[in-house]
């Protein structure tokens, strides 16, 4: 008895991760507000009823698909980050993460963490505290690489590690923008050469 039921449970949390991961770009390109449930049934092919015997209400699911779309982003930027030796190294992956990406985050609807945290602002509340932690766990990933560097010598010692956190986070997320509206991946892939030059210029020793 405790198999089958184990093999209940299995099978309900792959129900829940197919509908998260079918309606996770809707949400990323239409927005999680303008989603309606119609889209929802329509890129799952399931029905109301499963949708809602599988999550509490809309919110609820919107919650779990930024979490899912949130952890796969940092996922993928750590897999390329643990590869490298040094800080210069793991900064500079961080910047090609996003370089060798963009077509793929442009066309899923650009950055589900911008996306969410605009639309959090203005019309979801419930999802603001998620966005926060994401954009605090990024910062303090790139605060750690700085502060690495600072400290084993490839850094200068007198740079803010927070400011210039602050100030990659604001050029990557303004950039991916620019670029989507532009259609042109190519400004931003100048954006990011320039980001290492001022890498070069102002923190590297």
């Not at 119609?38 to 979490?67: E, M, P, Q, R």
């Not at 952890?71 to 490298?84: D, F, M, T």
């Not at 956190?165 to 892939?189: N, P, Q, Y």
Request: neutral net charge.
């Amino acid at each position: 008895m405790q198999s089958e039921n184990s093999d209940i449970m299995s099978k309900a949390e792959q129900t829940r991760q197919f509908i998260i991961e079918r309606t996770a770009p809707i949400f990323n390109k239409k927005g999680y507000f303008a989603t309606s449930l119609s889209d929802i049934t329509t890129a799952t092919g399931l029905t109301k009823g499963s949708i809602y015997g599988n999550f509490k209400d809309k919110d609820d699911l919107a919650i779990h698909v930024y979490t899912y779309q949130s952890e796969k982003i940092s996922e993928a930027v750590n897999q390329q980050i643990i590869l490298q030796k040094t800080a210069l190294k793991k900064l500079f992956a961080f910047f090609d993460f996003y370089k060798e990406n963009f077509k793929n985050i442009a066309a899923s609807g650009g950055c589900p963490l911008m996306n969410a945290a605009i639309e959090a602002d203005d019309s979801l509340p419930f999802l603001t505290p998620k966005v926060k932690r994401s954009f605090a766990l990024w910062k303090q990933r790139l605060i750690s690489i700085l502060e690495e560097g600072i400290n084993n010598g490839e850094f200068k010692r007198d740079i803010s590690a927070e400011h210039f956190a602050v100030t990659f986070m604001a050029m990557i997320e303004g950039g991916i923008l620019l670029s989507k509206i532009s259609g042109r991946a190519k400004d931003f892939a100048i954006l990011l050469d320039n980001m290492k030059e001022m890498v070069n210029r102002e923190i590297k020793i």
